[in-house]
């Protein structure tokens, strides 16, 4: 890192307070004028606030007019990596610095390696107002805007870290901002990790940031029925991975295993896996409840099965399975220009029983469907014409409805999940998911915040729309038993 060097503290204090002091004159004369000049329609800005920033940047590293010293140092190094400041501009923008340079000139600072990496970019951001950072300075950067108190900075790394959960890194990133996100207690970013993550599962399974991801996180995944990824073979797969790496207690070990919904995996894979799988054998005992659980759900009639086991639990509820026996992708190329329509077919349900039944689905597209308040209505007028209407008041519309019906419906609800692919970074991840309540064919907030008119929408990719539709058969009891 390069140091910033200058004139020693003191040798030009007195120009360093007025050069501070001119230019707080300056930003405050510039909000009057612009103030009394806001209602003249003859006013114009003469913006040269470019050329300011320019010089408070030579400012810093020149040293010219410092009046206070900072030295970072870190327990790896004995070297202190020194910068020349000026204490009215880092007091304008930090209470800490405020009170550290009070009364005194030179001030030593303790950081770990990965801050102290930043410590520049974040001196540079107090002089001039602004930062550019990679995926791995956020975290540092983040805490030095946390420990100094710089609000606007700290409001601004996160921000940058909710808008990059996608972009693409060598070790990934996404799991170690969702740990420090809990770790600081900001929830909105938690959140924003936590469902990006679900919903790219896939993709973070066969990455190297999978071996990261604590018991704590991998319990929150692993309760979520709004998962996407292949199957849940998938995701035993990678757990077992996970639990030989990892080497946790047995009774964590346990607890994660106990979260796998088995009976949405097929009779023959799980006999498999009993043969096979070193970690289902060396846990048998614990699991062999919910296996012998899941055989019976395959062997028996879903509807017999309901009136004896509880069917309403997250167990039997399948998660978002991207194999084609659950769903179909779509791709709509010009999705601003007509109604489009499509038709597939899915398993009636997860059970072995229902393996050979089908559901054809017919879904509708249409990218400018009018609300009954916006469809044009007839004027008084005497003429009678239509009152116009903008192409601009319809919105887009995804219905989506079974070929027929059947009497092997009975105790069968169908949840729809609508995935929308976007590109993020050369990457088609999911950004967007809808859900489909049962008894409706249609969410009302389908691409409700899109605008399929621009080709650059982060909806669409090469002018296209990618949908990913998902059909989740959930069985109900219908008639209890006495046990």
């Given at each position: 890192?390069?140091?910033?060097t200058?004139t ?6 007195r120009?360093?307070?007025a050069?501070?002091a001119f ?5 405050t004369?510039q909000a009057a004028h612009?103030a009394?000049?806001s209602?003249d329609?003859?006013?114009a ?11 408070l ?7 010219n007019g ?17 910068f020349?400041?000026?204490q009215l501009?880092l007091?304008?923008?930090s209470e800490?610095?405020?009170?550290l340079?009070?009364?005194?000139s ?9 801050t ?5 970019k ?10 550019s ?5 956020a975290i540092p950067m983040h805490?030095?805007?946390?420990k100094?108190r710089?609000w606007?900075?700290?409001?601004g790394?996160?921000d940058y ?9 060598s070790q990934g990133?996404v799991?170690g901002?969702?740990?420090y996100a809990?770790?600081?207690g900001d929830?909105a970013?938690?959140e ?10 896939s993709?973070?399974l066969?990455?190297a940031?999978w ?5 704590e ?10 998962l996407?990824?292949?199957?849940e ?8 991975a996970w ?6 207690e047995?009774?964590v070990?346990e607890r994660l295993?106990?979260a796998i919904r ?8 799980l ?6 799988s070193p970690?289902l054998?060396?846990?048998y ?10 055989f019976q759900?395959h062997a028996?009639?879903?509807l017999?099965?309901?009136k004896y086991f509880d069917v309403n ?5 399948p998660?978002?399975y991207?194999?084609p026996s659950w769903?179909?992708q779509?791709?709509?190329t010009?999705p601003a ?10 398993q009636l349900g997860p059970?072995?029983h ?5 559901v054809?689905w017919?879904?509708?597209f ?9 469809r ?14 903008r ?5 887009p ?8 019906s059947?009497?092997d419906?009975?105790?069968v609800?169908?949840?729809k999940?609508?995935?929308v ?5 050369g ?6 998911a809808?859900?489909f309540h ?6 009302s907030d389908f691409?409700?915040?899109a605008?399929l008119?621009k080709r650059a ?10 949908l990913h539709?998902i059909?989740?058969?959930?069985y ?7 046990k």
């Open positions: 890192m390069t140091r910033l200058g020693q503290p003191g040798s030009s204090r120009w360093g307070c050069a501070a230019l707080i004159l300056l930003l004369a612009k009394d000049l209602s329609a003859t006013a800005t003469i913006n040269h606030s470019p050329t300011l920033l320019q010089r940047q030579e400012l810093l590293q020149n040293g410092s009046d206070s010293v900072l030295r970072v140092r870190t327990a790896a190094s004995e070297e202190a990596k020194v020349h400041t000026h501009l007091s304008l923008q800490v610095f405020e009170s340079l009070r009364n005194q030179v001030v030593t600072l303790h950081e770990p390696p990965e102290a990496a930043v410590f520049e974040f001196i540079r951001y107090l002089y001039c107002g602004g930062v950072i990679l995926l791995h300075q805490q030095l805007a946390s100094y710089v606007g900075l700290q409001r790394v996160a870290m909710k808008t990059h959960l996608a972009s693409e890194s990133h799991v901002w969702y740990h809990v770790r600081i929830t970013l938690q924003s990790c936590l469902q990006f993550l679900a919903w790219n599962l993709a973070i066969g990455s940031e071996g990261s991801v604590s018991v996180l991998l319990l929150l995944l692993l309760e979520r029925s709004d996407v990824l292949h199957s073979l998938e995701l035993y797969t990678a757990l077992e639990l030989s790496r990892r080497q946790p047995g009774p070990a295993l106990r088995y009976p949405m995996i097929a009779p023959s894979q006999f498999q896996l009993q043969v096979q970690v054998a060396r846990h005992s614990a699991l062999q409840d919910l296996l012998f659980q899941a759900f028996a009639s879903p017999h099965f309901a639990c997250s167990m039997f509820l998660r978002n991207l194999a769903g179909s779509w791709v709509i010009n220009r007509d109604d489009r329509s499509t038709s597939f077919q899915t059970s072995s229902d393996a050979g039944k089908r054809t017919n879904v509708l249409s990218p400018r469907w009018l609300p009954v308040s916006l044009p209505v007839y004027s008084d007028s005497a003429s009678g014409a239509i009152q116009p209407v192409i601009e008041d319809g919105r519309r995804l219905v989506i409805t079974p070929a027929t059947s009497p419906f009975a105790g609800s169908f949840q999940t609508v995935l692919g976007v590109r993020q970074q990457r088609v991840l999911v950004k967007h809808y859900s049962q008894s409706s064919d249609e969410v691409l409700v915040h605008d008119q929408s982060e909806y669409l990719i090469d002018n296209s729309l990618h539709i059909i989740k058969p959930v109900h009891s219908l008639i209890k038993v006495k």
